[in-house]
């Protein structure tokens, strides 16, 4: 009992006073290009309304509402004054198709990425299937999370055999992605998880939001250890805290 009140008042502790690390931290984006997804609201939001005050030479804002994205827009520039290309583009997660185009957009328009801050996500108690076949958060938080993530990858590779913008800020590019380890599997998963997940009777409603997102870690330190992955540092946040090297790409996971 005394363990289980000690873990539950610094959770929530952590939750509603803890000022987030790293806050008061400022780097040299001179140069760079970001992008964000779910940028236009939460914790996409404030992670692009950071990088607009560090002024990159472009920050994209990945978002499914381009009308909500506009909004984004005008007040991360009347906030912190960025004087860069801040670009508003349609990505809409539950759909495989917009998620290629996305990253096809990307990889033919952008001539580099300096750190792809792969966070959108859907948090919901309703069952819905997605027009790809599958229940609907799973494919937001886990599906196209993963497939925009190994998408990416080539883009960023290509920009660890570029120039750094700032000779005195030099750092690998980033491959940010959200995650948990609060997570329980359901006890009828069989043999196929993701079956399971997208299955109304079999999933449970409670911990499928969680669920989906520990997936995310697992398929993070994969995307660590691809030859494709070397010189760029893959990042997974949660609340949790856990480093890990991999064999050719940089594994750490960060406490958020």
């Known amino acids: 009992m005394g363990q289980t009140f000690s873990f539950a008042r610094k959770f929530y502790g952590d939750q509603f006073f803890a000022k987030p690390r790293g806050a008061d931290t400022y780097s040299d984006l001179t140069g760079r290009t970001f992008l964000v997804t779910g940028s236009n609201t939460g914790i996409g939001f404030a992670l ?3 990088l607009a005050r560090l002024q990159p030479a472009q920050l994209i804002l990945a978002v499914r509402d381009l009308k909500k994205g506009e909004t984004a827009k005008e007040f991360i520039i009347a906030q912190t004054g ?3 290309a801040l ?10 198709a917009s998620v290629k185009r ?7 328009t952008l001539e580099r990425l300096d750190g792809a801050n792969i966070n959108a996500g859907v948090h919901t108690w309703s069952w819905a299937m997605s027009a790809d076949g599958w229940e609907r958060m799973l494919q937001v938080n ?13 883009l960023l590779q290509a920009t660890t055999a570029l120039p ?11 491959l940010t992605i959200t995650g948990t380890f609060l997570a329980k599997w359901p006890e009828k998963s069989g043999e196929n998880l993701l079956e399971t997940l997208s299955s109304e009777s079999k999933s449970d409603s409670k911990g499928r939001y969680y669920n989906t997102k520990l997936f995310n870690w697992y398929f993070t330190r994969e995307i660590a250890d691809l030859p494709q992955a070397k010189g760029i540092v893959v990042n997974a946040l949660s609340t949790q805290i856990f480093v890990r090297v991999g064999s050719h790409g940089t594994f750490r996971s960060r406490r958020l």
């Open 164 to 174: 750094s913008p700032h000779p005195d800020a030099a750092y690998p590019p980033h």
């Open 48 to 50: 692009a309304t950071h």
């Open 82 to 84: 960025f004087k860069g």
């Open 102 to 108: 996305f990253a096809e957009r990307a990889n033919t």
């Open 142 to 154: 886990t599906l196209s999370t993963g497939l925009l993530a190994l998408l990416l990858l080539p």
């Open 87 to 96: 670009e508003v583009w349609e990505l809409d997660m539950a759909d495989f």
